[in-house]
């Protein structure tokens, strides 16, 4: 716990000027970032009598280890720089959106030559109308079934579309009357873009025209005696009154507008949103917040509408924002919003009449939520911290492990051994810290060489990123020279611009969702790669795989990471020199939580391992080929049938292939010469010896790999 009097800097030194300031701990990770009309006054707030501080401030400057800011000119400029910096480096003591989920919208690809309804997600794209967004994507197909009857438009794949097309027949809904069939030329292109104008328009409010419509067809199809016409076109209207009572009006100016809400307790706060267009409710969303910081309620509506409206703009931001509490200054966050959306935004406290209603509809929706929310929690709290409890006793750990790492080996026989590394952080699943590795030490099938060899390189890259830190003062590295760690200095196999290697022992592969170059930014607190350690090491397998992790955590002179062992035939836990196994109760929520680490990094090691097999099965010689492509590659196989069959063709007869020349044809002649032809393969379906010619062009065009060995051997011998 580090004393905030040790790095408060001097009152001179702040200036009293607008900016965004961030806290980082003695790793350098961000761990808060605030904005403040004036730094000077803002952070002199921080550094007073610890007494005095909130427990939730106390606990941050506590935790923190520097402070540092960026002056900029507007307070608008420090809303959005603020916002940036948050989702950029998610520090862990300001606001958590914890269910930031994908809502889906109803969208119309106006931006295609056929437009299509259907359910998107994501980024919104240029050219599609979207309307919602929607709780549940059923609820949009509930509207679009409903709507398809007078408002017939594709809601095809583009590959349906095509085989329709091909084949001059439609699908099912051309047969029912819920498509226009524009595949089969039933409707022009532009009769069907009228169509999903007429879409757009009425789920944008304009509802009592197409109504006033369709009653006009169907009294005058009844006068002259068209009897079933009239029917269809009163199912019809019947319809579109079911699919407007799905958004009755709740605003009767049609007003375009959001309602925010917000239902908050000590520890927690709900945040719901109505999004209000043509005076009708078009869509809803809500999260839950973790109140990690002291936050006022205009405070947390200021973090939810730039959780909302960060990424938007124009008609995405409404005119008008109706909230419980406005934000404090209000001024710079009402002109953010207006330059979002391009015009004025209006940002109030509704007082009255309908809206007020409204709002108060949404506040219990609010309620609602946080009162489910916590009932959900704290049983889940209450298991999770029980599991940690339980594994920290039966370990005999100083504290519970609130940060678990796990290692798996994977191969096929000794062929393309593969590790995974996963991470459990307070119970719960860190995917953004997985990792994985090739085994490139040595070649062949030993899993206690291959779990000691992972363990080495994942703490000595911990190693170095301490020692490069500065955490230790000088001649107290506890990486050893370079003659006695095969030259692997801190910095060796460690450049921004390449992958992560560790020359002692082949290329480490980072196939995590960061960004390459994403781990060396620690200078501006964004994570690091393999720069926090464990407080337990679980392994996959036994005595053996136990003893090799704690070999290597010994040789690398780390003591205070506690190391494990599950074996899966008996669900044993073993512990480093220990001839007995602990063994915890089958309904222990601690042995629940370790098989689900063991079982997550099982998973991901083998779904790798799969990943590196399939490529080799898939690999032909022409791959060496430099400069051959795809699509010459596959019109050679195309052309001679196999690859022995191209082995064995002359240069000339090579060059009759289109976009082969004489020199290219030389190139391949030569290559295919010094490859050595495949062995005899394993159809994995029969078991079958499958002849050359038929093996080497089933491995060059179907998606299924060919196996050199058995069909029990190619499942039974993976793990």
Known sequence: MADPSSYRPKPGQIPDSPGVYRFRD?????????????????????????AGLHPRTRTMVTTAASVEWTVVSTEVEALQLEYSWIKEYDPRFNVKYRDDKSYPYLAVTMNEEFPRVQVMRGHKKKGVRYFGPYAHAWAIRDTVDLLLRVFP??????????????????????????????????VSAEEHRELAEEFCDFMTGRTATYLRRLEKQMMAAAEEMEY?????????????????????????????????AVAEDELEAAVQIFHVRGGRVRGQRGWVTDKVEEITTGALVEHAL??????????????????????????????WLTGRRGSNVSLRIPQRGDKRALMETVERNAQQALVLHKTKRASDLATRSRALEEIADALDLDSAPLRIECYDISHLQGDDVVASMVVFEDGLQRKSEYRRFQIKGFEGQDDVRSMHEVITRRFKRYLAEKERTGEWADGESTLTDASSDGGNSPDNGFTPSGPLTDTSSGPLTDTSSAPPGHGLKDDEGRPKRFAY??????????????????????ELGID???????????????????????VLPRTSEGLYLLQ???????????????????????????????????????ALIKHFGSVKKLRSATIDQICEVPGIGRKTAETIAVALAQAAPAAPAVNTATGEIMEDEESETTAETSGEPVSAGAPDERRGQER
């Open 26 to 50: 003695e790793h350098r990770r961000v761990i808060y970032v605030g904005k403040a009309k004036s730094l000077r006054q803002r952070l002199a707030n921080y550094f007073q009598d610890l």
């Open 153 to 186: 438009v594709r809601t095809c794949s583009a590959g349906v579309f095509k085989n329709a097309r091909r084949t001059g027949r439609p699908c099912l809904l051309g047969y029912i009357g819920k498509c226009s069939a524009p595949c089969v030329d039933r």
């Open 228 to 260: 079933e016409r009239a029917a269809r076109l009163r199912d019809d209207i019947e319809a579109l009154k079911k699919a407007m009572e799905k958004n009755a009006v709740v605003l009767a100016d049609a007003t375009d507008a959001d309602l925010i």
């Open 306 to 335: 730039q959780q909302l409206y960060g990424e938007e703009s124009g008609d995405a931001v409404p005119k008008e924002v109706l909230v419980p509490a406005l934000p404090d200054p209000l001024e710079p966050v009402q002109e």
């Open 533 to 554: 350690p464990p407080q337990l090491v679980v392994v996959d397998g036994g005595q053996p795989q136990v003893a090799a992790a704690q070999r290597a955590l010994d």
């Open 560 to 582: 205070d990471i506690a190391v494990c062992g599950l074996a899966k035939r008996l669900e044993e836990v073993w512990l480093p020199g220990e001839d007995d196994p602990v």
């Open 596 to 634: 689900r680490v063991r079982d997550e990094a099982h998973r991901f090691a083998i779904t790798y391992q799969r990943t590196k097999r399939t490529k080799r099965f898939r690999s032909s010689p022409l791959d060496d080929v430099p400069g051959l492509g795809e699509t010459r590659k596959q």
